[in-house]
């Protein structure tokens, strides 16, 4: 299997994708690929926090008139990204401080904004007994031409099961697509047969968790694939895997 090493990610037109050693092309990021599934909540949410963030601006100005229209509205519709910005941040960290617990089995001092992060994945972390053997795990499959990197693998019971950690406000379908696209790669590469594949969403602001698990991985996967194929119709159409 290659090195994490060896492995190479690059950005090019709004899409994340891997390098990987001795394979033609550069493969696209499993979640650049489901970035391709349309988000209607998520269009209503960024109307709204940009409508909100103008209401605001108006209600903190004595002098209406003085209130420069083309930058409120410039701002207002830079708003939602720079939220999204923040949030991908958290999440980023909240990844770190996860990984870090489960190498090390306990942090002795919880940084003030992971308490609640702390307190969820540990109560989860109680409820199914998972005891990890991989953490950011880089998994490609050559066969389909997708790459990405798994959280965390290994045991609940006796299952083997790749994982996904998200502090989302919800999960969504391509949430569970996602962990299907990894387990398979999983097994691409090592031979060993992934029973099932999960995505924990942790509380960041209070006490909480959603645990969602799919055992039929291979129905997921099929889906995947086809969001997979518009993708590439979309954005690669000279890749070889369109013409396979």
Do not use: C
Request: hydrophobic share 35%; glycine share 6%; aromatic share 12%.
């Amino acid at each position: 299997m290659t090195n994490k090493s060896e492995i190479s990610v690059i950005n090019d037109k709004g899409s994340r994708y891997y390098l990987i050693p001795g394979v033609e092309e550069p493969l696209p990021s499993v979640t650049s690929i489901l970035s391709t599934i349309a988000k209607p909540g998520l269009i209503k949410w960024e109307k709204n926090i940009a409508l909100d963030y103008v209401r605001s601006k108006l209600n903190k100005s004595a002098d209406l008139n003085g209130i420069g229209v083309e930058s409120l509205i410039e701002e207002a519709s830079n708003h939602p990204n720079f939220i999204k910005n923040k949030a991908g941040e958290f999440g980023s960290e909240a990844h770190e401080y996860i990984e870090n617990y489960l190498k090390l089995g306990k942090i002795e001092d919880i940084p003030s904004n992971m308490k609640w992060v702390h307190t969820n994945f540990t109560k989860w972390l109680n409820d199914y007994n998972f005891k990890s053997i991989e953490l950011e795990k880089s998994l490609h499959s050559v066969k389909y031409g997708y790459a990405g990197t798994a959280d965390a693998i290994g045991f609940i019971e006796n299952n083997l099961v790749i994982l996904d950690w998200k502090t989302s406000t919800n999960l969504y379908l391509e949430n569970l697509l996602q962990v299907s696209a990894y387990a398979n790669a999983y097994t691409e590469l090592t031979g060993k047969q992934v029973n099932s594949a999960g995505v924990l969403r942790v509380e960041k602001r209070k006490t909480g968790y959603e645990y969602k698990q799919i055992d039929d991985i291979s129905k997921h996967f099929i889906t995947f694939r086809a969001v997979l194929w518009l993708w590439r119709f979309i954005n690669d159409p000279n890749s070889k895997y369109l013409k396979n």
